[in-house]
């Protein structure tokens, strides 16, 4: 790949960094992605929706990990900057804990990325179906507790829902990898490699790997070149993209506001809905040339909305 | 001419920790990588592989490595390369690693090519890890003196063609 097409390609982004207490450790990994030429992380929360009355349900969203100036180098040089979100992972098995998954509670619209893992078919079915989420995950390390079935898919494609295959388990035994990829072709049968999210979900920072060997991971699991270069990219976007959305009042127009530059870091204040804000509109749609949004992608994606 | 194709990926060997220097050798990386195939692949990977595979540069202070396969077997080579998570260091043990691949070129002078023009990008992210004054300005002056050519001053005669 020669640079000048390196600069042209989406941003390459990992959307499950498992969010622990020790900050030493999730520091390490987030430096280790920086260097491997990831442009944005998400550290993922896993939680299991309690069942009883009052239970706090959902932790707030974890904080950003600190980084010195020298981490950030790579990107300061190409003038790019480093992203770092949020993403929360529900397990849901019964149907109360699938009430607890509503993107009107306050403590859910904190974060970034709202992913789920469907534990048996009902729920995965009700997940592709009606559940409001960006990104159904699967535990991929085991053999699947129920058999995939096209009909769930094919409406979760439709939503612009993404499906998730992780691969870290994969690389750290060799009975896992088994599973993984018996699991992973077994999705990929049905999807045809569309909307797929490869990420991580590494424990350690060796346990990540470069977006493009990544990639070719993906070719294994049985994409295509470019569906599985998409897989670490573009579909990580839209993702992102349709979890904006989702935190839109209407679901037909989000706007961002650039609030502040600093090298690094970018601050981004949502608006939660259809502003009508004239100068906000001119202000953004000024700024909005300048972004580096996938072509095509976005209008793609409200569309798909307002036809629901 | 009727030649074998080749296709040459230029790795970059990622340890735990930036600052060490490992003694790793074309030998060390070309077991690792057949180990990783035979597993992965199987023995229908190791036969399709061993003909046209080897390392053909290893460089231990930059942390490149070149390996060589047939155009045809590059699928199997790139979908092995993630799955290594470690080299064996000589004395029965074996230390944490794995390989980021950076370019797949055609030949080697490609890959030459790529690599001078990475490195040149890398540089002046060393310049941010100095931690005095002075050596931040000795580390200028070698970036200087090894990105700027140099014109031969003109004399007399030697210069008329």
Redesign the interface.
Known sequence: ???SEKNKMARFCDFNVPYSENTENLRQIVE?AI??GYESVALNCTVTPGTTKGQAVVPPPPKPVELS??TL??FM?QGKAFQQLTRLTAIIETHEQKYKVNPNNSTITAYDILAVQPLNLKMFEAACKELEVDIISLDMTQKLPFFLRLTPIKRAIARGVHFEIV?AP??RD?TL?RYVISNATDLMTFCKGKNIVLSSQAEK???L??P???A??G??FGMNQAQAKDAVSINCRSALLHAETRGSAVGVISIERIMKQTPGVISVERIPSASTDKRALEKDSGEGQDREDPPGKKPKLVAKKKIK | MVRFKHRYVLAEL?F?NDLLVYNVTQRVVYAAVRDIIE?LHGGYGIGLFTPGMSVKYINEYTRMVMVRCRRENL?IL??A???I?HLPDGKGGQF?????????GGSIKACQK?LV??NR?VL??LL??CTSEEEKSRMRKSIFDSTIVKEEPWTEGKNDT
């Open positions: 790949m020669r640079n280790m260097k491997l100036e020298a180098a790579p040089v691969y994969a690389i060799s990898r920072a060796i346990e790997r470069g493009h060997d990544v070719n991971l070719v294994l | 990622v735990g597993q699928k790139a979908s390369i993630p799955f998570k944490p690693c794995f390989l980021r691949t950076l370019h797949v790529w023009q990475h990008q002046p992210t941010l890890r």
